[in-house]
């Protein structure tokens, strides 16, 4: 029989932090052993649940979310992103200019089908949250990567993005607060590469599903508020501020210089109509979620638990000889990195999976995010203090052996 075999456009498509080694501890956990996990950001299962206020409206209005919505979403959820927009002082949003999704990541390959032509080129930060490299690719572009720097704070360097544009390159897309390193970038910065954006004539995508959380009286700014004259998609949802990963729940908002765009507009409204809506029930969450601001504001902010949680998993992993961390401002994880001439790693997904066996913790390696030394690895700082000394104490204890290999 003739072997049913994946498209080709999945070729060099990859998601690591579900990846083999994952699958791997699925199986061991089957087997009957307890792994403690490090691996995925989806709050709700450590704890921080969803605020009660958004679980009541969604089962309030239950009954009357059986049937399809506007294929942008709801108007009240997508009036509550309006004035979410204006309050991050993003100018000229009006109702037409925000999609309702499937969480991010729907949207976030939707925004890339609809751009790219075979061979598009566009940036993507190094290390970055690899759904945006696999949106790309699986779109028939060219996933061209630029580093951030570690030793300047995980900021991006510019000139490096300078020298990977060409007459291909479409988009600039940026993470911040970022996901792996926890970098939030300052204003200057952004500016600079709006400067970028419009010499070149790019369109910024800019993933913003971590801006409350802060830390250290941080602020974040939306790059989309400082300029109108060149195209933003800046994305957004309930899974992580608001805890809520599992309803599946984001969103676009189409800012700036629109004019220019209309062709590539009608296909994202193409787009958004052919997979008909988002999931109704979880929208009527996002009203209350941007508008409570009573009783949502501090269950955003990480004051305490997570606060403290970073911090500890933070002191303890820099204590381990040879490993070093930028602390980060935002987010929920840490990338810290292995001095190369203490631990000569050469394949870092073996290296996480000789973790898991011998240890029973499970982490992400860094080339899971697409970075390009076998040489860091993500920690969710997500499980309570007990958990985290537990874990790093294995983690200390692992790396310990590999030193005297
Ligand atoms: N963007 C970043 C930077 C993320 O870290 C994640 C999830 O971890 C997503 C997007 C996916 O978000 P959603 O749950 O809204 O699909």
């Given amino acids: 029989m003739r072997s049913i075999t994946k498209s080709s456009k999945l070729a060099n498509v990859c998601y690591d932090i579900r990846g083999p080694v994952l699958e791997r501890a699925r199986r061991m956990e089957e087997d009957g052993h307890h792994i403690i996990k490090l691996n995925i950001g989806n709050?709700?299962?450590f704890g921080f649940e969803v605020p009660e206020e958004i679980l009541q409206d969604v089962i309030h209005n239950l009954s009357a979310a059986s049937g399809y919505c506007d294929s942008k979403g709801l108007f009240a959820a997508r009036k509550a992103i309006m004035h979410y927009s204006q309050e991050k002082k993003i100018p000229?949003?009006?109702?037409?200019d925000i999609f309702i999704g499937n969480g991010v990541s729907e949207l976030v390959v939707l925004a890339m089908q609809a751009l790219l032509n075979n061979g598009d080129e566009v940036l993507i930060p190094m290390p970055d949250y690899p759904l945006w490299t696999a949106a790309v690719v699986l779109s028939g572009g060219v996933a061209r990567h630029y580093v951030c720097d570690e030793e300047a704070g995980w900021l991006p360097d510019l000139d490096d993005i300078r020298s990977k544009i060409n007459d291909r390159t479409r988009a600039l897309v940026i993470i911040n607060p970022n996901n792996p390193t926890g970098a939030l970038y300052p204003k200057a910065l952004l500016l600079e590469l709006i400067e970028i954006a419009r010499?070149?004539?790019?369109?910024?995508?800019?993933?913003?599903?971590?801006?409350?959380?802060?830390?250290?009286?941080?602020?974040?700014?939306?790059?989309?508020?400082l300029a109108d004259d060149i195209l933003f998609i800046t994305f957004n949802g309930l899974s992580k501020n608001y805890r809520a990963a599992g309803f599946r729940s984001g969103w676009a908002i189409v800012s700036g210089e629109k004019n220019h765009a209309e062709d590539y507009i009608a296909g994202l409204n193409m787009l958004a109509s052919m997979r008909l809506c988002a999931n109704v029930p979880s929208q009527f969450g996002i009203q209350t979620a941007l508008g409570g601001y009573q009783s949502i504001y501090d269950l955003t902010l990480p004051t305490g638990r997570l606060k403290r949680q970073r911090d500890v998993a933070w002191e303890l992993l820099?204590?381990?000889?040879?490993?070093s961390c930028y602390k980060p401002q935002a987010a929920m994880y840490l990338f810290?990195?292995?001095?190369?001439?203490?631990?000569?790693?050469?394949?870092d997904q073996q290296l996480i999976l000789d973790l898991l066996l011998e240890e029973k913790v499970l982490v992400v390696q860094g080339s899971g995010f697409n970075w390009m030394n076998p040489d860091h690895f993500r920690v969710v700082f997500l499980p309570n203090i007990d958990d985290l000394k537990e874990a790093i104490s294995r983690i200390a204890h692992f790396l310990h052996r590999y030193r005297k290999r």
């Fill in 199 to 225: 010499q070149h004539q790019l369109i910024i995508y800019s993933d913003e599903i971590y801006d409350k959380i802060l830390y250290d009286d941080a602020t974040h700014t939306s790059i989309a508020s």
């Fill in 318 to 323: 820099t204590d381990i000889p040879g490993v």
């Fill in 43 to 45: 709050p709700a299962t």
């Fill in 336 to 347: 810290p990195k292995l001095d190369p001439k203490i631990y000569p790693v050469m394949d």
């Fill in 92 to 96: 000229n949003v009006q109702m037409d």
